[in-house]
């Protein structure tokens, strides 16, 4: 398994694979590419990557992720409790939205607060909800977290694997139909 600093190196030349990539379909081949868009992707990337890691379930550790939230850190301590390493955390489509549900819950009161008492501070109808906005960002997250996945060799489907024998005991062959609760 990579350190934290191997998966960064990894998802650096990903990145930097993938804006030349980008960088010659649009000046080569002129194909059009949005700069917002450009820096929305770019900036979900790079928070999945030093941010948001799938280490981050071992909070309880001194992980890369969660010294880069410098004296904020300490917040993800419980997301470590509760996930296990390369549990739930590290599966394809649950374990990075396990990481946004989380950043919510930590933003949500904060964010409240501030609309109780400065209502006048955030103009809500600049906010667009729409899942046209959300598209590119996610996407720039999710390849970051896949990228972490690839690198410690776990594959798309083993989370779906993981649910379906829940319950049941692996011995190291096959699962047993003998439960571990």
Do not use: C
């Amino acid at each position: 398994m990579p350190s934290g600093k191997v998966h960064n190196l990894i998802n650096a030349s990903s990145y930097a694979v993938l804006v030349g990539a980008v960088s010659y379909l649009h000046y080569g081949l002129n194909f059009p590419v949005d700069l917002n868009e450009a820096l929305r992707f770019s900036t979900a990337f790079w928070a999945g990557t030093l941010l948001l890691s799938p280490d981050l379930d071992l909070a309880e550790q001194n992980v890369s992720s969660k010294k880069a939230w410098g004296l904020l850190g300490f917040l993800w301590y419980p997301y470590g409790v509760v996930f296990s390493h390369r549990g739930l955390s590290h599966t394809w489509v649950v374990g990075p939205l396990t990481r946004l549900i989380y950043l919510a819950l930590l933003i949500l009161p904060i964010v409240v607060l501030m609309h109780w008492f400065m209502p006048k501070l955030i103009h809500w109808e600049q906010f667009s909800f729409t899942l046209d906005n959300w598209i590119t960002p996610l996407a720039g997250y999710y390849l970051s977290q896949w990228l972490h996945l690839i690198a410690d060799g776990i594959a798309p489907d083993q989370g779906f694997r993981r649910l379906k024998h829940y319950g049941k005991r692996w011995n190291g062959k096959k699962w047993s139909g003998k439960s571990n609760r």
